[in-house]
């Protein structure tokens, strides 16, 4: 039976982890092994932003609801379940856009709101 060597699947697998860690520092963009851990550590902690990011996105959106709210006398919990009550059906993302680029539309919102 003839001998493999592989040599060029090997070539191309270390050419593309070599690429993933580029910009790594130390080590960890030139040394084989150090660079396989720091690729594999490096996907693990992109999975798991992925999902953080949307928790981050939704407290940094409430922070600006609420700084929005307090200066037209409410605070947000109260707006909140004032906005659930009366049934107007905006998410966060859209009220936080709203109190930041159209002030005028906001303090409506709030207003109808307070009724």
């Known amino acids: 039976m003839p001998r493999v060597k592989r040599g060029?699947?090997?070539?191309k697998k270390r050419k593309n982890l070599m690429?993933?860690?580029?910009?790594f520092g130390d080590g960890?963009?030139?040394?084989?092994k150090q660079a396989k851990t720091a690729d594999t550590k490096a996907g693990a902690h992109a999975y798991r932003d992925r999902r953080v990011k949307k928790r981050d996105m939704r407290r940094l959106w409430q922070i600006k609801i609420n700084a929005a709210v307090r200066e037209l006398g409410l605070n947000y919990s109260t707006f909140i379940g004032a906005l659930k009550k009366h049934e107007i059906k905006l998410d966060r993302k859209v009220l936080a856009e709203i109190a930041n680029k159209e002030p005028k539309v906001f303090t409506s919102i709030?207003?109808?709101v307070k009724k």
Not at 19 to 23: A, E, F, S
Not at 28 to 32: G, N, S, T, V
């Open 8 to 11: 060029l699947g090997h070539l």
């Open 19 to 23: 690429k993933r860690v580029k910009g």
């Open 28 to 32: 960890r963009k030139k040394l084989i």
């Open 110 to 112: 709030v207003e109808a």
